[in-house]
């Protein structure tokens, strides 16, 4: 099972809608990053999430981190047909000595003009 | 564009056999991290260095194995390949000003093991 769910697996929205990405972690989160891909490309590093309650914007893209919840959501303000790939969280899960990072499977995200 | 180069851009090559990737950071960066991006796994990281010392392991498997050369430049080296092997591997760096935390990607190698 992915120690890192994220929801939903694909969105299709109208230009200008707003929507939500969320990925919630089954370890304790000490770091969640967020990154978008282009289909058949390379990764997009987005923002970085350290602390509870941490809120950080990248253009129309806002990121929370809800360190109790284990969870973090990613919202697009009027979305754009530039705003379309694949969206990815990632996170940093400390295990004994050994910083590690887990993804989640990822969101595929259609902005239809 | 990234400032983050990666060499080759596509590798073909048989199982069994050795490659190498190379993976050259932005300018002042001195983090260099590997992952590792297949339909099946999806993205996972490898390994992570820090001005030539290792600093973070993930999912490396032993037959892998990467170095961090001394004017910053790295590489992954795959063994004994496996068709299970292909995907696509990103370096990826950080640690210049002033958005140290920011991992910057390189296009990718597409490895496909025949």
């Known amino acids: 099972s992915q120690e890192l769910e994220q929801s939903p697996q694909s969105l299709i929205v109208q230009e200008g809608k707003n929507l939500t990405i969320n990925c919630t972690s089954s370890?304790?989160?000490?770091?969640l990053y967020w990154y978008k891909q282009k289909y058949g490309e390379g990764l997009i590093f987005l923002m970085m999430?350290?602390?509870?309650?941490e809120e950080k914007s990248h253009e129309k893209i806002t990121a929370k981190l809800d360190e109790k919840k284990q969870q973090s959501s990613l919202h697009i303000t009027a979305s754009q047909p530039s705003h379309a790939g694949i969206y990815l969280c990632?996170?940093?899960?400390?295990?004994?000595?050994?910083?590690?990072?887990?993804f989640g499977a990822g969101t595929r995200l259609t902005v239809k003009p | 564009d990234s400032g983050v180069t990666q060499t080759p851009k596509h590798l073909i090559t048989a199982t069994g056999q050795r490659v190498t990737l190379r993976c050259s950071p932005r300018?002042?960066?001195?983090?260099v991290y590997w992952y590792q991006q297949s339909l099946d796994q999806g993205l996972q990281f490898l390994i992570q260095?820090?001005?030539?010392?290792?600093?973070a392991k993930g999912n490396i498997l032993e037959r892998f194995s990467a170095q961090q050369f001394p004017d910053l430049h790295s590489e992954l080296n795959l063994s004994s390949l496996e068709l299970g092997d292909s995907a696509l591997y990103f370096c990826?760096?950080?640690?210049?000003?002033?958005?140290?935390?920011?991992?910057?990607f390189g296009p990718g190698t597409r490895l496909t093991v025949l």
């Open positions: 990826a760096s950080s640690g210049s000003a002033p958005n140290t935390d920011t991992q910057y």
């Open positions: 370890k304790t989160l000490y770091g």
């Open positions: 999430l350290q602390k509870g309650g």
């Open positions: 990632g996170a940093d899960i400390l295990r004994y000595n050994n910083n590690d990072m887990r």
């Open positions: 300018s002042g960066d001195l983090s």
């Open positions: 260095y820090y001005n030539g010392e290792e600093r």
